[in-house]
C-alpha cells in the first residue's frame, strides 16, 4: 500500500534537574555537621507518532471495500438499472452501496458524482480499492472497485450479476480514483 501524506512528529523532551540534598548529623560530642549531595531526576522522553491521512485506516477501509466487494460478486446478485440493494445493483449502485456500507462513506449514484469524490491517478497506479471508471472524465459511464491482481468487481449489464472481472485491453477502464476519506 503506497503512503499518503503521511506525518510523524517526534517530540522529545529530556531534561535533567539537580535536586541538593542537605543533611545535617549530629555526632556524640554534639557537633553537628552538614553535608551537600545531591539527586539528578530525569524526565524522560515521550515520543507521539500523529499520522495525517492514516495510512492505517486507509489500509482497513481498502480491505473492508475489497472484502465486501468480493462477497457481493459471490451472491449472484443481478444488474438492475438504478438499482443499490441486494436485490439488484448497476454499477454505481455497487461502488456506492460497498463504499457506504464497508466505510461510511457516501459516493452518490452516478459515475460522475464519483468521479468528483476521489482522487484521480492513471490505471496502472490502482491501489485495491479504489475506484475505475470508463469514458472521459467529466462524462464516465462505468465504474467498478479495483480489489488487485489485475481485477476488479462490477455490476456489468443487464443480464449479468455482480461479478469478478479482469482489467483485458478489450474494455480497458479510462482512469483511477482513491476515494477522499
Not at 503521511?6 to 531534561?15: P, V
Request: net charge neutral.
Amino acid at each position: 500500500m503506497k503512503f499518503n501524506k503521511s506525518i510523524l512528529a517526534i517530540t522529545s523532551a529530556a531534561a535533567f534537574t539537580l535536586t541538593p540534598m542537605i543533611s545535617a548529623s549530629a555526632n556524640a560530642a554534639g557537633h553537628t555537621s552538614q553535608s551537600v549531595s545531591t539527586s539528578a531526576q530525569v524526565y524522560t522522553s515521550t515520543v507521539q507518532a500523529t499520522s495525517y491521512g492514516s495510512d492505517t485506516a486507509t489500509d482497513s477501509t481498502s480491505t473492508a471495500v475489497v472484502n465486501l466487494a468480493k462477497k457481493l460478486a459471490s451472491q449472484s446478485i443481478p444488474y438492475v438499472w438504478g438499482g443499490e440493494s441486494l436485490q439488484g445493483m448497476d454499477c454505481s449502485g455497487l461502488t456506492d452501496y460497498v463504499y457506504r456500507e464497508a466505510a461510511g462513506i457516501q459516493l452518490g449514484h452516478y459515475t460522475v458524482t464519483q468521479e468528483s469524490k476521489v482522487t484521480k491517478k492513471a490505471v496502472a497506479n490502482a491501489q485495491p480499492g479504489d475506484l475505475l471508471f470508463w469514458g472521459a472524465q467529466g462524462a464516465s459511464y462505468h465504474v467498478a472497485i479495483y480489489i488487485g491482481n489485475n481485477q476488479y468487481v462490477a455490476a456489468p449489464q443487464p443480464g449479468q450479476n455482480v461479478s469478478v472481472q479482469t482489467i483485458n485491453s478489450a474494455f480497458m477502464p479510462s482512469f483511477a480514483g482513491t476515494v477522499n476519506r
